[in-house]
């Protein structure tokens, strides 16, 4: 198993109404894999964008144990 | 030397100088979209006597455009928004050349529209048409400062083709398309924020956002700098590419 501590940022609907949590998961598991665990339906994980550790990953990112992973809305309008 | 008065306080500027507002009036910029962040974006541009400013844009001034498009007012409603945004411009800086062009962006013009353009900026509402520009600016070479904006928050990079990530490697797919709440103070501060990289680059000055996105909430009035990395796999600009 993993640990990664997910925090969700700006107007982005919290999962539990919470700012921040930690999340287990299996080895090998992907940014989205954090996101179905985070309890986002699945029509909205693609909104959703995911920075780890400072830097922009796309869903398929292979997390690691101990990375920081920030939540926000995908931001498109002009 | 460019003796307009106008452009006296930015001339003492050591990062513009003379030389730096000659560059500026000889440059061509194109702005995509002429909704919250392509008007202040234009505005600033404008001020800033940048010579030759094409702005692009197809649809016509609606009264839900009022709170946060201002290049366009009350009496342009149901006109043409380049329409309007040229005759505001215009008379903003008579100095300079702007022209308007009613167009949606697509693959079967948008290579005609770069001709002679220095900088692009992308101040669409979408992504599918931010995708054209992306792939657009990456074969042209053209350097492509992005923004966005929703609610109170925003974000803003600048993709330089060969040197920086491109559209396609931070957002593989389009997220699905909603109707955009936004108030004014957003995108004018991210257009404002896009005309002072487009200028930096029209400059040559160094500090502008490559690899890094800034993402401004005003909620909380607090920023973030997110960093970019190159996809590998881009269908644009790594090994997915078309050949």
Redesign the interface.
């Known amino acids: 198993m993993i640990s990664v501590h997910v925090c969700v940022s700006g107007i982005l609907l919290k999962p539990r109404g919470l700012n921040e949590f930690d999340l287990e998961l299996a080895r090998g598991s992907t940014v989205r894999d954090s996101l179905v665990a985070a309890g986002y339906a699945e029509n909205h994980i693609p909104r959703i964008m995911t920075v780890v550790d400072g830097v922009l990953r796309p869903h398929h990112h292979v997390l690691e144990s101990g990375q920081n992973v920030v939540l926000s809305i995908v931001i498109g309008g002009g | 030397m460019n003796r307009n008065p106008r452009y006296e306080r930015q001339i003492l500027m050591p990062e513009i100088g003379p030389e730096g507002q000659l560059r500026l009036s000889g440059s061509r910029v194109v702005v995509f ?1 002429l ?4 008007c202040s974006a234009a505005a600033a541009l404008a001020l800033a006597g940048v010579g030759d400013i094409l702005i692009v844009d197809y649809d016509l001034v609606e009264p839900s455009n009022l709170n946060r498009q201002y290049l366009h007012w009350p009496r342009d409603i149901g006109h043409l928004k380049v329409e309007s945004a040229v005759n505001k411009l215009q008379a903003m800086n008579p100095d300079i050349h702007i022209m308007g062009i009613r167009s949606r962006v697509g693959r079967d013009n948008i290579m005609d529209i770069l001709t002679g353009v220095d900088v692009m900026v992308d ?5 599918p048409a ?1 995708f054209v520009l992306n792939m657009a600016a990456y074969h042209a070479g053209i350097p492509l400062v992005h ?9 803003i990079t600048t993709l330089v083709p060969q040197r920086t990530p491109c559209l396609k490697c ?7 398309e909603e109707i ?3 108030i004014g103070i957003t ?1 004018m501060l991210i257009g404002t924020l896009q005309a002072a990289e487009a200028v930096k680059l029209l400059l040559g000055l160094e500090g502008g956002l490559w690899g890094r ?1 800034l ?1 401004f ?1 005003c ?2 009035m607090t920023s ?6 190159r ?1 590998p796999d881009c269908s644009v600009c790594g090994r997915g590419r078309a050949r």
């Open positions: 979209g909704g919250g962040l392509g101040a669409l509402d979408n992504f931010r923004g966005a904006c929703r609610g109170f928050e925003g974000h931070l957002f593989r797919e389009s997220p699905p955009c709440q936004v995108p996105m993402h909430d909620l909380s973030r700098e997110i960093k970019l990395e996809d």
